[in-house]
């Protein structure tokens, strides 16, 4: 094994008081530790700034640029995972069905998440790249499942990723390309020139057919 630490059974329980505060053991620390945590994945743009210093969204040895830390958002927390074009209809959609399907969103989205942060919460920048594409995936089926049995939701949802589709081929595209060709305003590398103009060709059109389908 290259790292053979990771893999000490002592190593699962040592997740449990993890923080990154200076007084971890303290039961308020703690507590603070995980609020900043949830908070950096739900809140859209809290993780940029208050831990732009956080070595989870920066080169090694080197700070990264304000643009890497917006668009590490898209690895890291809920909002942008989502999609930040349709986070804020789709944060109505889960308070109507909360509300109306309680006792499920209960058990399929609250405390699975809860338990989820109160192991992995020890980080600030997020807790989308821990491990949360399961509760991330059981989203959408409850949201599905929702709004096929509450009348009209189901158009009303269409008729809104129809409105932003556009919005959203935008946003994929600045995810894929922006941090890569704005610091250096190089669209092709001359090095590598065929294998850049193949793979922004592939993104470019697969963004399109996203926006258009």
């Known amino acids: 094994m290259g790292n053979p630490l990771q893999y000490r059974q002592a190593a699962f329980l040592d997740l449990f008081p993890a923080g990154g505060f200076p007084s971890r053991r303290l039961l308020r620390s703690w507590l603070l530790n995980r609020a900043h945590s949830v908070v950096s994945t739900l809140v859209p743009l809290y993780v940029v700034n208050p831990y732009s210093a956080d070595p989870n969204v920066n080169a090694v040895g080197s700070a990264s640029s304000p643009l890497v830390h917006f668009y590490s958002s898209y690895w890291n927390t809920l909002p942008f995972a989502i999609g930040f074009s349709v ?14 399907f309680r006792a499920l969103f209960l058990a399929v989205i609250v405390v699975p998440f809860v338990l989820f942060a109160i192991y992995w919460g020890a980080s600030h920048s997020g807790l989308m790249r821990e491990g949360l594409h399961p509760r991330f995936f059981t989203l959408f089926l409850f949201l599905i499942w929702g709004a096929s049995r509450t009348e009209g939701m189901g158009r009303r949802i269409a008729s809104t990723l129809r409105m932003v589709q556009a919005l959203r081929t935008a946003e994929v595209l600045g995810m894929l390309l922006a941090t890569t060709i704005l610091p250096k305003f190089l669209l092709l590398d001359p090095q590598h020139a065929v294998s850049d103009a193949a793979s922004l060709a592939a993104m470019v059109g697969a963004s399109l057919l996203l926006g258009w389908a």
């Open 87 to 100: 986070f804020f209809p789709w944060c109505f959609w889960m308070i109507q069905l909360g509300r109306r």
